[in-house]
Nanobody
Framework: QVQLVESGGGLVQAGGSLRLSCAASTRTFTWFDMGWFRQAPGQEREFVAGITQSGDNTYYADSVKGRFTISRDNAKNTVYLQMNSLKPEDTAVYYC?????????????WGQGTQVTVSS
C-alpha cells in the first residue's frame, strides 16, 4: 500500500510561485514513477507532470511546459512540483500520484489533493 500526502497549496496572485510537496509512505518509493494531476471545477482530472523512478526523465503537459518543474528526492520519499508564473487557469485541486498508467491518464495510487488558487 502506498500513501501519498500533499502539501504546499494555497492562494497566490497571478505571476507568483508555489511549491507543492508529496510525501510517500512506502518502502518501495523508487519502484514507482510519480506524477501530478489537477482537476478544476466542472472539468475532468488532467495530467500535469511526471517523473521516472530515478528522476532522470520528466514530462509535462503542454499547458505547463516552461513554467512547472517536477523533481523527486528518493532519500526522502518525496516528489515536488515547483510552479512559477502561475495563471488563473492553473487554479485547481492538485493530486499527487504514483505508478502512472502508460498513457498517463491515471495512476494506481493517489493523494487526497491540495487546493491551488491563482487570483487575477
Amino acid at each position: 500500500q502506498v500513501q501519498l500526502v500533499e502539501s504546499g497549496g494555497g492562494l497566490v496572485q497571478a505571476g507568483g510561485s508555489l511549491r507543492l510537496s508529496c510525501a510517500a509512505s512506502t518502502r518501495t518509493f523508487t519502484w514507482f514513477d510519480m506524477g501530478w494531476f489537477r482537476q478544476a471545477p466542472g472539468q475532468e482530472r488532467e495530467f500535469v507532470a511526471g517523473i521516472t523512478q530515478s528522476g532522470d526523465n520528466t514530462y509535462y503537459a503542454d499547458s505547463v511546459k516552461g513554467r512547472f518543474t517536477i523533481s523527486r528526492d528518493n532519500a526522502k520519499n518525496t516528489v515536488y512540483l515547483q510552479m512559477n508564473s502561475l495563471k488563473p487557469e492553473d487554479t485547481a485541486v492538485y493530486y499527487c500520484a504514483a505508478d502512472l498508467s502508460v498513457r498517463r491518464t491515471g495512476a494506481n495510487y493517489w493523494g487526497q489533493g491540495t487546493q491551488v488558487t491563482v487570483s487575477s
